[in-house]
Every structure is written in structure tokens, then in C-alpha cells.
């Protein structure tokens, strides 16, 4: 039998929807998430100046045509950030695409998306907080990158603690503040362009027939699509949303949206900055450093040192704040459905918030930073892409469920937003990830080799989820 409704699920009689007990569960976080909640918290997971930190890799990788590869990379997550909206509306639970291939399609690949994912979730917070100490170390290279990096952890870590209307606030701060050295950046690039600095107004951030070839320039969106990772993990708070269940698609689509155009305007104006083009083509960013020198190039080095600064806050604080949340969310409802050690399915008593999982997170992060600061290079590069190849597998399963469930299942008759729009996504991001990078693909099939011997484990020992509620669907 279901429990009572409480105070903190209003989602239920007030907005015609129904809540998590209707698919048998009990309603334990705290929903206090509005819309506006929502899409502020899908800006700062994708970071209205995510280019800053990745710049050089994407623009060695695209051959100068930065802006181009983030224009494809934002259509491909168009066709994705639909099929979540109606997956979400389905199923409006935490667990992103674990709950929605698994009660979409069957529970054991609903498993091999959440496995996906998780590539995804569990690394990126490290990616991360590395990115971010890499900044600071630049600005002050007489503390260590691994200072840095335990820093970002613990604080991040303790901001988490505190609950989701705790990280909400910051959240709104943080996406202020980084839109502010946005709009420097850009009326000060500008203005360089017009007064003859870097290479002029052009086109070739967009297109240069001397170097487009589709593999090119889909192996760069493999790395541009880091920056884009971030709308998604709005499904991971459906059960701490207070409104309509249609607000998690509305919110994604709209914060997507919003970081596209931010990404493609900022990328071409410093793509036209950006000084000996050639060279880095050629030895690409091993300092990641590129973004910087732009801004340099534009108005001093003042603004070189301002967006070195605004990367290092916003990727080592803003967004791995909202990675952590994410993927302790995503730990919570796997552990949940016993498909991961019970103890990350624990809530804190006062705090609703998933604190083992969160503290999980945190020591993941901290181990995998301390780890790459080892490496010469730092490997960011292969790690963004290793990222990215994560979260790409399960989307596709994302866009098989949309089919398999509406048109299969319900029979549904809206053929544009249930057949066409996901075969379309599916197809863009399959050749994403046939063109990513040698070493991510095949470290993305051991990691899906092994989900595959886990799933099968689970089988045998009787661990499958039982998925309540289906019955009414």
C-alpha cells in the first residue's frame, strides 16, 4: 500500500500529477524545486562559459571550426532534450535514464543506461574539479593543483549537505555572476574585432573548406558535447520538483536553448582572437590555456586572468556542485531499486538529501583528480571525450525507449514526437560516438562489457528490480 501523501509532495493533487507513489514508492525527498529552480540549475550544470576550459582541445580537434562543431553538438541534444520532456512526463522519478529505459523498455537495460550514465556522472564532477584547479594554478602557480583540487571537494561536498534549497541559492548566484564575465568577454572581444585585433570578422569558425571533413568535425563534437552535458541531470530532481511534471522537459529544452546560442557566440568571437591559430591546431592546448590567451588578445591580460578565474569557480564550484547533486541522485535511485549497495539509498532525517551517496561522490572525485594531476597533460582531453562516450550510449537507449514505450506500448499516433523526432537524435549521436576517440570507445565498451556481466549477475541472483506501478501505466 502507498503512503499517505505528505506536505513536502505537492506534485500530486495540486498539479494533477501523479507522484512516486504511484509507482511504488515513497515519497522521501523534499520537493521544493520550481521551474525557475530548475532551468537556473541546468545553466550552471552546463556552465554558461563551459567553452573556456575545453576551447583549445575542441579547437585543435575541429580544425578552427569551434563554432560549427557546439552549433551541431546543440541540435543533437535538441533531439535528446525532446525525448527526455515526454519520457519525463511518463515517468516523472529521479534516475534520469535508468528509470526511463528500464520502465520504457525492460529493467535489465534500464541497468545498462543507468551503468552509461553513471560513466558519465561519477567521472565528470573529477573532470571537473581538475579543470577548475588547472585555472587556479595558472593564476597562482605556488599552490599545487592537488590544493586546489581537495578545496573545490570538501566545499562542494559541504554546500551538498546542507539540502537542495541550499544548493538552489548558490546556484542563482553562481549563474549571475558567470553571465557578467560572459557579457565582458563579449562586448570587449567585439570591439578588439572592429578595431583590427586577432584575424578580423569572418566566417571561418563556421566553415573552412580547407579543412571540413564530417569525421573531423564530428570527432570535436565527441568533445564539444561536454559542455551540453548538463540539461539532462534536471531529470535526477523530478521527485524534488513542486510543479507540473512538464516543467522538467520545459526547463531542459529552455536551459539548452539559452547555452547554445551562449556557446556558439562565445567560441566564434574567440575563435577569431585566438593567436597562432596554426600552432595550436597543429600542437593543440596541453595547458588549456587557449581561451585565456584569447581574452588576452582582446583586452589585456586583466580579462585573460578574469576568465581564468570565472572557469575555475564555475567549473570547480558551480558545476561540480550540480554534478555531485546529480549523480547522488542517480546513486540513490539505483541503490534504491537494490541495483547498487542499499547504504547509498540512505536519506538524512532532516536534510532529505541521499548523504551517502553524495559523500561517495565526493571521495570518487577527489581520487580520480588526484589521480590525472599525476599525468604530464592532465589528460583532459581523452577524459571529456571517456565522458562524453558515457552519457552519448545512454541517450541512445534514451531515444529507443521514447519508441518502444509510445509507439510499441501506447500506440501512440504522434509519429513526429515519438517515432521521427528520437530516430532522428538517435541517428546524429550514434555517428558522435562512431567518430569519438579511439581510446574512449574502448574504454566505454569494457565499461559496457562489464555492465552487461553485472546485469547478468543480478539476473542470476535474483536482484531484478521490482518496478511497482506499471500495472497503471
Keep these: 500500500m502507498s503512503e499517505p501523501r505528505t506536505t513536502n509532495d505537492p506534485a500530486g493533487p495540486a498539479t494533477g500529477n501523479p507522484g512516486v507513489e504511484a509507482f511504488g514508492y515513497q515519497q522521501e525527498l523534499k520537493r521544493s524545486l520550481s521551474f525557475t529552480d530548475l532551468l537556473v540549475y541546468g545553466l550552471i550544470f552546463m556552465v554558461p562559459i563551459a567553452p573556456f576550459g575545453i576551447f583549445?582541445?575542441?579547437?585543435?580537434?575541429?580544425?578552427?571550426?569551434?563554432?560549427l562543431v557546439y552549433a551541431?553538438?546543440?541540435?543533437?541534444?535538441?533531439f535528446t532534450a525532446a525525448s527526455y520532456s515526454q519520457m519525463s512526463r511518463a515517468f516523472?522519478?529521479?534516475?534520469?535514464?535508468?528509470?526511463?529505459?528500464?520502465?520504457?523498455?525492460?529493467?535489465?537495460?534500464?541497468?545498462?543506461?543507468?551503468w552509461m550514465i553513471l560513466l558519465d556522472y561519477v567521472l565528470i564532477p573529477g573532470l571537473l574539479y581538475l579543470i577548475a584547479s588547472i585555472a587556479m594554478n595558472s593564476i597562482l602557480p605556488g599552490i599545487p593543483v592537488w590544493v586546489w583540487l581537495v578545496a573545490f571537494v570538501v566545499l562542494n561536498t559541504v554546500v551538498n549537505y546542507f539540502g537542495i534549497e541550499f544548493t538552489a541559492r548558490v546556484n542563482r548566484i553562481?549563474?549571475?555572476a558567470e553571465l557578467i564575465v560572459l557579457a565582458i568577454f563579449l562586448v570587449?572581444?567585439?570591439v578588439a574585432l572592429a578595431n583590427g585585433e586577432g584575424r578580423g570578422f569572418d566566417f571561418s569558425p563556421i566553415y573552412n573548406g580547407d579543412t571540413f571533413s564530417l569525421e573531423l568535425v564530428f570527432g570535436a563534437v565527441s568533445i564539444a558535447v561536454l559542455s551540453f552535458l548538463g540539461f539532462d541531470g534536471i531529470s535526477t530532481l523530478a521527485e524534488e520538483n513542486r510543479e507540473s511534471a512538464r516543467s522538467i522537459g520545459k526547463s531542459m529544452i529552455?536551459?539548452?536553448?539559452?547555452?547554445?546560442?551562449?556557446?556558439?557566440?562565445?567560441?566564434?568571437?574567440?575563435?577569431?582572437?585566438?593567436?597562432?591559430?596554426?600552432?595550436?591546431?597543429a600542437e593543440g592546448d596541453a595547458a588549456g590555456t587557449a581561451f585565456y590567451d584569447a581574452a588576452e588578445v582582446a583586452g589585456g591580460h586583466w580579462l585573460s586572468v578574469l576568465t581564468a578565474v570565472a572557469t575555475a569557480i564555475a567549473w570547480g564550484f558551480a558545476n561540480s556542485l550540480v554534478a555531485q547533486a546529480a549523480t547522488s541522485?542517480?546513486?540513490?535511485?539505483?541503490?534504491?531499486?537494490k541495483q547498487l549497495p542499499s547504504f547509498l539509498a540512505k536519506i538524512h532525517p532532516t536534510r532529505r538529501v541521499p548523504v551517502n551517496a553524495t559523500l561517495l561522490v565526493a571521495v570518487v572525485s577527489l581520487a580520480l583528480g588526484l589521480y590525472m594531476t599525476t599525468k604530464d597533460d592532465y589528460g583532459i582531453g581523452t577524459l571529456s571525450t571517456l565522458v562524453n562516450f558515457g552519457a552519448l550510449t545512454a541517450f541512445l537507449l534514451l531515444h529507443?525507449?521514447?519508441v518502444v514505450h509510445f509507439i510499441v506500448r501506447k500506440k501512440s499516433t504522434d509519429y513526429w514526437r515519438h517515432l521521427v523526432v528520437p530516430v532522428l537524435g538517435f541517428a546524429i549521436l550514434l555517428y558522435v560516438v562512431i567518430n569519438a576517440q579511439l581510446a574512449a570507445q574502448t574504454v566505454g565498451l569494457i565499461w559496457l562489457g562489464a555492465g552487461v556481466v553485472l546485469v547478468l549477475v543480478l539476473l542470476a541472483t535474483g536482484r531484478e528490480p521490482e518496478l511497482k506501478g506499471e500495472e497503471s501505466l
Excluded at 72 to 78: F, T
Excluded at 94 to 99: E, I, K, Q, W
Design 188 to 190: 570587449i572581444g567585439v
Design 254 to 281: 529552455a536551459a539548452l536553448a539559452v547555452a547554445g546560442v551562449l556557446f556558439i557566440v562565445q567560441t566564434w568571437v574567440a575563435a577569431l582572437l585566438v593567436p597562432n591559430p596554426d600552432t595550436l591546431i
Design 329 to 337: 541522485r542517480l546513486l540513490f535511485a539505483m541503490a534504491r531499486d
Design 92 to 114: 516523472p522519478m529521479a534516475g534520469s535514464v535508468y528509470t526511463y529505459a528500464g520502465r520504457g523498455i525492460a529493467q535489465p537495460v534500464g541497468f545498462i543506461a543507468g
Design 174 to 176: 553562481m549563474l549571475v
Design 72 to 78: 551541431i553538438g546543440g541540435l543533437a541534444m535538441a
Design 56 to 67: 583549445g582541445s575542441v579547437f585543435q580537434a575541429s580544425g578552427g571550426m569551434v563554432a
Design 400 to 402: 529507443v525507449s521514447v
